[in-house]
Antibody
């Protein structure tokens, strides 16, 4: 079955760029009408949608993060990536990648999550 | 401040029925956008529990049900079990200002 796996540094310095990759296995990132997204969860807090991408490269971002976020897709490697620039301690969170079944659909497959701490 | 409002906590005894509300506005739930619900067990990734307001993915027990009316939605859990103790989040789409996916603040369900 489809599986998602996040990867990337667990520690990022303030003002630097956080970079994560989500590797998709068990299915093609280019198939169907699926969108691929990123969600984060600060310690002890709720979920926040960061943004999503379609395999064609069309991107959609949370307005509050849009100026710092870039999501890209590499169909040849069956993966998509997140870059969040100018990070601060407030960006410390568990980051999840997930698939949603359509632009407005539910997020039906999730990665296990990866913790990123912003600290010097 | 989350766009969708949920009660911080609810509780119930085993076997009882509990409901979790999710209140939005005319730019999200009230505009007709679907509501989805997720269950997050401690230390794990969220799991899709209800999609499209009232549909259950394969494998989700029929003890879980969802509904939507006006600018609000609800998740009902009947026959409460100890394993249902988790955080629950609603999620929808908001058209203001430029269209984005929004979550509720989450509700902690405690099984007494």
């Amino acid at each position: 079955q489809l599986q998602l796996q996040e990867s990337g540094p667990g520690l990022v310095k303030p003002s630097e760029t956080l970079s994560l990759t989500c590797i998709v296995s068990g299915g093609s990132i280019s198939s169907g009408s699926y969108y691929w997204g990123w969600v984060r969860q600060p310690p002890g807090k709720g979920l926040e949608w960061i943004g999503s991408i379609y395999y064609s490269g069309s991107t959609y971002y949370n307005p509050s993060l849009k100026s710092r976020v870039t999501i890209s897709v590499d169909t040849s490697k069956n993966q998509f990536s997140l870059k969040l620039s100018s990070v601060t301690a407030a960006d410390t969170a568990v980051f999840y990648c997930a698939r949603h079944t359509s632009w407005l659909g539910g997020m039906d497959v999730w990665g296990q999550g990866t913790t990123v701490t912003v600290s010097s | 401040q989350p766009v969708l409002t949920q009660p911080p906590s609810v509780s119930g005894a085993p076997g009882q029925r509990v409901t979790i509300s999710c209140t939005g506005s005319s730019s999200n739930i009230g505009a007709g956008y679907d509501v989805h619900w997720y269950q997050q067990l401690p230390g794990t990734a969220p799991k899709l529990l209800i999609y499209g307001n009232s549909n259950r993915p394969s494998g989700v027990p029929d003890r879980f049900s969802g509904s939507k009316s006006g600018t609000s939605a609800s998740l009902a859990i009947s026959g409460l079990q100890a394993e249902d103790e988790a955080d629950y989040y609603c999620q929808s789409y908001d058209s203001s200002p430029s269209g984005w996916r929004v979550f509720g603040g989450g509700t902690k369900l405690t099984v007494l």
